[in-house]
T-cell receptor, first 112, second 113 residues
């Protein structure tokens, strides 16, 4: 019940295209859903996050869509750039706040 | 410091040896987390410290793993009698409080040979 399932495992898009990464969860008590971006040799960095009382959040080219009834959320990267090439992780936080449960990651490659 | 600092950045150890990994959180951050990241996989929760509360150790995979934190400062993760399956990147993160953004360090890459 603590799992977060992420897809696809890898994604290749052309520069200027839209990248879409999906996550699904089981635990309806999760109260915070962040997305992290990780470059090789670096720790993950928070990209954008959403709470379950909001259906969409946009920050620049990055948008989270949240579907509470389906227990799914997704990251959309508009106008994808080669510099966006990285591994993206979705996560969900349990109500006590003691941990983030991470998806397995999506390796995004944006071709020039 | 400016960010979460972890040391060493790389550690190669022989099977059966003990290792100690260090994490310096961002000053003032009361919450501290340890995660393990195996090659090509997501982050696996290990342990969480929040202020002076009892730590959440529920993610530690075996009794060979332990962690300490003194107050709101440095934390050390100790792995005793290392095994090859312990090879991974060990990531530390800290946050101002449990409900705020967690900042990650660059990790310690542990290789057990």
């Amino acid at each position: 019940q603590q799992q977060v399932k992420q897809s696809p495992q890898s994604l290749i898009v052309q520069k200027g295209g839209i990248s879409i990464i999906n996550c699904a969860y089981e635990n309806t008590a999760f109260d915070y859903f962040p997305w992290y971006q990780q470059f090789p040799g670096k720790g993950p960095a928070l990209l954008i996050a959403i709470r379950p009382d909001v259906s969409e959040k946009k920050e620049g080219r990055f948008t989270i869509s949240f579907n509470k009834s389906a227990k799914q959320f997704s990251l959309h990267i508009m106008d994808s750039q080669p510099g966006d090439s990285a591994t993206y992780f979705c996560a969900a936080r349990n109500p006590s706040g003691s941990r983030l449960t991470f998806g397995e990651g999506t390796q995004l490659t944006v071709n020039p | 410091g400016a960010g979460v600092s972890q040391s060493p950045s790389n550690k190669v150890t022989e099977k059966g040896k003990d290792v100690e990994l260090r994490c310096d959180p961002i000053s003032g951050h009361t919450a501290l987390y340890w995660y393990r990241q195996r090659l090509g996989q997501g982050l696996e929760f290990l342990i969480y410290f929040q202020g002076n509360s009892a730590p959440d150790k529920s993610g530690l995979p075996s009794d060979r793993f332990s962690a300490e934190r003194t107050g709101e400062s440095v934390s050390t993760l100790t792995i005793q009698r290392t095994q090859q399956e312990d090879s991974a990147v060990y990531l530390c993160a800290s946050s101002l409080a449990w409900e705020t953004e967690a900042f990650f360090g660059q990790g310690t890459r542990l290789t057990v040979v």
